[in-house]
Every structure is written in structure tokens, then in C-alpha cells.
């Protein structure tokens, strides 16, 4: 399929790659970041713009991946009939396209995506489409770049699955961030806790956590809670959160 | 070296098979649970006992296994001067061993462990003993079953380290399934989000867990931060917990 990518940043670059991976054609990256457009543009041996007006109309489809905020201003002016246009957007409803092509829909991404990658890790892709042949376009492109784990997602669903992916994904490294914090103050190397903090995540793929739960909040272990939050009195937000979560696990069940 | 193990649960479990595969003679299982000291017996090729009279003492380590609650029940009466006698727990001090023999110490796997593990973790082993004949002995112990992750922690380290294990286990394993539970009453497959807890987990292996952050709360994204309050209204635990690690993220640096 021909491609035109709109936007340049980490879900651009790494969806990008994975399209090319696929021996799709990637017919033109358009950003007004005429630098990093050029960049991908010399990465995947293929040409840039940063006017809108000079936009390739040659494309089978038209992949908006910017923020949510720009996605407003990037179609502005944008008028593609016959083509598919999508935006990559777990929080952002398809309608908003509906002013470029009768044609729109999402192609949404659930991974944490950075150009820096160098593997490339599994990206389930949740897609919905304005009409049939949207639906039958975006489907095949998705699967063939993840074979397994192509969803069809309405707005309503995006966004409940966006939050399920911010408790696993923002919230879990914010842990991951206070426990180094934490290690840093007393002088502990955090890279001892790695070996667990993969364990704890590989374990899940086949046992549920809410049977993997351990440790002395679901215990109901007072006395080692206790001396936990004894040894936290300096470290008030490591604590409240240390106190909620162990509340929060009691309460599971 | 020549070791008897007591306790038979998760750690006495991994500890042993690591020790039979760094080279080392189990010698004996001992455990109130016959049943399943007879099976870690049967499968290391050696003996097991339920009675603590028949304790053999041949051994140069004696390794005490059990839940924090029981260590007190296991020593009394025990009596093994000249040999080694060390516990596996976080938690307790070491003191709590002196009556046993001279040569007392600790041996704390900070790892999350379980008897049904096919493949055996990478398991950071963090040692402490009464002198250093001991502190020797447990360190080359050590080395042999975790080349790379060894270091002598007292009583407050191993501590802390367990605030920090806590954190990034048993806390971030309770994100999981409230993850998992949201996603079962809306309808949504879990599993999707396996390639997205994967790759977070595994990405703080090349950049800080503070660098890596992302998603609306540090972004100050209020209005995703309200459409997904908006949809977590019959959520009550998993909307607390949204609301407090926002807040959490958003007074970090």
C-alpha cells in the first residue's frame, strides 16, 4: 500500500518502520518539523515536505501522527476525497476527519513508542473506519504488520483501553521512578531490582496477577507494614502512595 | 558445599534447585509439610525429615526457608554450633539466629519466587553474617548461583531493599490487576496489553524510569486526565488510585 505520513515524531518513526518492514510504500513524510522530516524521509529513501500544500495526493492512505492537540490544525485545509485518512489517536473520536475524505478512521497503537528503538516490540493495533472498505483497508494494514493482535475499537473502547494503558504504563514506571528515588536517598543501586521488576511483568503472561498478588499488604503482615512505614517517614510521597496501594490491595477480594 | 534446607515452600524450592545446579550436595529437606519435603527430597536425589530431631548435621549450611512467623518455631531447640546457619528473609534481623551457633548470617533472595518456575530467574542474593568466616562462606555461596548480583546488606539495607521490592512487585503487580479487572468489566482483552507492560518493564533497563515517563499526567493533559475520570465513575478503587499517582507524577521533579 502507499502511504503518506503526517507527523515525525516517536509513533510516526516507529509505525513508519514497521510499514516499510512490511514492504509497504512509504510515498512521503510531511511534518512542520522540516528537520525530523527529513530525517525519516533519508531513513526510509523516500522525499519530505513541511507545506501542507505540497502534500503528495498519490497515497492510498494518509496517516496523521501528531499530537492530540495538533490533529485540529494538521486538517485544516486537508482535503482528500476518495482516500483514507486516519489519526493514530487513542483518545481523540474518528469524526474529527470527517472534513478531509467521506473515508476516515484510527489506527491506534497500543505500545509506548520511541524512534530511539531498536528492536521493535509487538504493537497491537485497535482500528475502526468510517465505512467497509475503510474498515477491510485498515485491517489489512494492521495485520500486516501485527499479525496477532489487530482489534476492531470504537471511540468509546479507545478510550477506556487508554486508561487501562496508562495504569500499566504511566503508573507502573511512575513506581518504577519513586522506587529509584527511593534508592538513590539510601544508597541502594536500583539495577539490583531490575531481575523482579521483569519477573514481575514476564509472570503475568501466564498466571493472573490478581493470583500473582504477594507480599505483606495482601498478608495482612501489620508488623512488617509497620516497620515499612517507620523506615518512610522522610519520604512523604513514598509513603502515601505506600498506604494507598497496601489499602488498595486489602480491599481486593 | 554440603547444605540442609529447611522449609520447602517457594524459596527453600529455588534456592535448592539453584544450589544442585551450581554443584552443590543438598544433603537434606527438612519440613513440617512431609509431603512436600519428600518431593523436593525426590527430585534433588537426597533425604527428608519431619522431625527436627533427625536434623542431619553433617552439613556446613544450614538454610532456614520459611515464612518470616516461623523462623522463631524452627531455631528453638536447635542448637548447631560450629556450623552455619543463615535465614532468606528480608525482614527479620539477624540476631534472631544467635542462639543456634556462632556463625550466623543471612541469605536474601530479592527475587520473586516460585516452586512452578520452569526457567529460574536472575536472582540478586543480598548477604550479611556474624563474623567473617561466615561472611566468606555466604559470599562464595552467593557468586555461585548469581555471578553478577551479590552484595552484603545488614539488617536496615535488606529493609529498604524490601520498601523498594515491595514497590516494584507486590505494588505494581496490584496495578496489574486492577488493570485486568477494569479491563473484564468493560469488556476489554487484557492480554493486548501484555506487549505494552513488556516493553515498559524492559525499557528501564537502557533509560531511567524518570526519563521514560510519559502520558497525561505529566504532559498536565487535563482533559484526557477528565474524559478518563469522567469514564472511571463506577470504578471507585481504580478511580482513587488514577487520581492519586496523577497527582503523585505531577509534584515528581
Redesign the interface.
Known sequence: MDIVIIGSGNVASVLGRKFKNAGHAILQVYSRNASAASKLAYEWDTESTNYKSLINNNADLYLIAVN?DAIVDVIKDLYLPEKIIVHTAA?VPMEILQTVSDNYGVFYP???L?KEMEAL????IFFDGSNEKTKNFLQKLATSISPE?V?EAGDD?R?????????????????????????RN?G???K??????????????ET???Q???????RH?SE?IH??LD??KNHP??K???V??TE??Q??K
Open positions: 492530540d483518545a497500543l505500545q509506548s520511541r516490540p509487538a504493537v497491537p493482535n482489534v473502547t478510550l477506556k483501553l487508554h486508561i487501562a494503558a496508562v495504569v500499566v504504563n504511566n503508573f507502573v514506571n511512575h513506581l518504577y521512578t519513586i522506587a529509584e528515588e527511593y534508592c539510601e541502594l543501586d536500583f539490583q531490582l531490575l531481575p523482579l521488576i521483569d519477573e514481575t511483568a514476564s509472570r503475568i503472561k493472573s496477577p490478581q500473582a498478588q504477594t507480599g505483606p499488604a495482601i503482615d512488617t516497620r515499612h523506615l518512610l510521597q513514598l502515601n502512595i505506600y494507598l496501594l488498595s490491595i480491599q481486593s
